[in-house]
């Protein structure tokens, strides 16, 4: 609990996550005007860190909105009109970016497999021998049911179509686990700033290839409020078409330098550390990993509920004692439950977490 606030709950959910405080703070500067020269100097010094943070020489925009609102850019975007899009679809949130691509009127497949699988490089290698797609869309870290995506082997089957867009979901591992976007040839690579990047919701980031700018310009109706022209025209002025999100630049900021500080390798590491803590603490106590062996999430596992307790009363117990996790998502609610081990959630945060949540288990027996 935080000194600040005796009620606080710390939390374990995969969105939003913890927040520190210095975080919080940082969000409470002075406002200024997002066409002054104020603005554009915040501006130009984020997008070197963001592009060290994304391995990317591309320009990494900035959205007002969540992630999704990305999703539906980059399907607007990067996707003509006769043309088609392939989704890679192994959970929730890339059936989500299917169904996104297909609400703005494109045509869409879908290679998918059951939730906890991921979808394999083959089952990519083998859709397009058979048809010509604009894009290849996939969620890196599939937030329902923690798994990580093989997406280095997707870009090795990617290289041989170079006419073929590559676009990548990394909502919640970016910041958690290398996001090699240029090496991975990558075209645009999407995340937002409620999961590993730790801070408030209301903001998203995406670093994108000149591909994708050449290929929108071929696509007539791209929208105002996403299109990634307009986005790029302000960009080059180290500004955003519409009003941007202030004080969680300010916040951002602080942390891309906190970051960097805590050194990208040994936060990456800090993340499997902590992703190995939470499946050894899950096996000693009766659960198991719900994400296929081999692909699990180096920052949220999902858990199957082996032992049939009440998840929702596991919860009411933690946050008797300052501390949530979260149950299964969609379909996998009460069969699964998730703890996300991401941000600048530490190894000691999750021992207090795994002591509590012993201490209900032998309670039930």
Known sequence: MSPRNPQHVRLFIPGPVEVREEILDAQAGWMIGHRSSEFAALYGRMQPKLQQTFFTQHPVYLYTSSGTGVWESASRCAVRDEARVLHLVCGAFSE????????????????????????????????????????????????????????????????????????????????????????????????????????????????????????????????YYFDM???DRHHQKN????????????????QLDDMLAEGLEARFARHERMATMTRTWARGAGFAPFSEEGYHSPTVSTLTNTRGIDIAALNAFLRGRGMAISNGYGKLKGKTMRIAHMGDTQPEHLEVLFAAMDEFLAKEG
């Open 96 to 223: 989500r970016w299917a169904e996104v691509s297909q609400f703005n009127g494109k045509q869409a497949d879908v290679i998918a497999v059951e939730w906890g699988q991921a979808v394999k490089p083959e089952q990519l290698a083998d859709a397009l021998r058979g048809q010509a797609y604009d894009a290849v869309a996939c969620v890196m870290n599939e937030t329902s049911t923690g798994v990580r995506n093989p997406i280095e082997g997707y870009a090795e089957v990617l290289r041989d179509y170079p006419d073929t867009l590559f676009l990548v979901d990394a909502v919640s591992i970016y910041a958690g686990a290398k996001v090699d976007v240029d090496n991975w040839g990558i075209d645009v690579c999407l995340t937002s700033t409620q999961k590993a990047f730790a801070l408030p919701p209301g903001m998203a980031f995406a670093a994108v290839s000149p591909a994708v700018l050449e290929r929108a310009r071929q696509v007539p109706h791209r929208g």
């Open 229 to 231: 022209l307009e986005i």
């Open 239 to 254: 500004n955003t078409p519409a009003t941007p999100p202030v004080s969680l630049m300010y916040a951002a900021d602080r």
